[in-house]
Each structure stands twice: as C-alpha cells, then as structure tokens.
C-alpha cells in the first residue's frame, strides 16, 4: 500500500474498493459483499463511487 503510494490518500471508501479489488477483481457493488467478507463496516455505494470522482482542484 505504501510502497504504491496510496498511504497519501485520505480516503477510506478508496481503501476499501482497492483492498476489496485486490482479493477478488469485481463490480464497484460487489465490492461492499468482498469489503463485509474482510471484516469491514463497507462505506455506502454512493460514497464508494463518489471516491473515484475528487473535486476539481483537489488533491489525494
């Protein structure tokens, strides 16, 4: 994760989607079953997608 960069983002719903990604490549909401199956309290849906879409101006 670090060695990747991603110890710079900020953002647990982004967390959750590339970990779940990492155990089993699947659908944005199909991710939330593999983030549960991890032990995980998976973010919502819409906060999920919303991770893949910063603010203009903003960054990770």
């Known amino acids: 994760w670090e060695r ?3 110890d710079r983002v900020n953002d647990e719903a982004f967390f959750q989607l590339v970990a779940a990604r990492l ?4 659908s944005k909401h199909d991710s939330l ?4 199956e991890l032990g995980l309290e998976p973010v919502h849906l819409s906060t ?3 991770s893949l879409k910063p603010e203009l ?3 990770r």
């Open 4 to 6: 990747l960069g991603f």
């Open 57 to 59: 101006g903003q960054t």
């Open 33 to 36: 079953r593999v983030i549960a």
């Open 23 to 26: 155990v089993e490549p699947t």
């Open 48 to 50: 999920l997608k919303r």
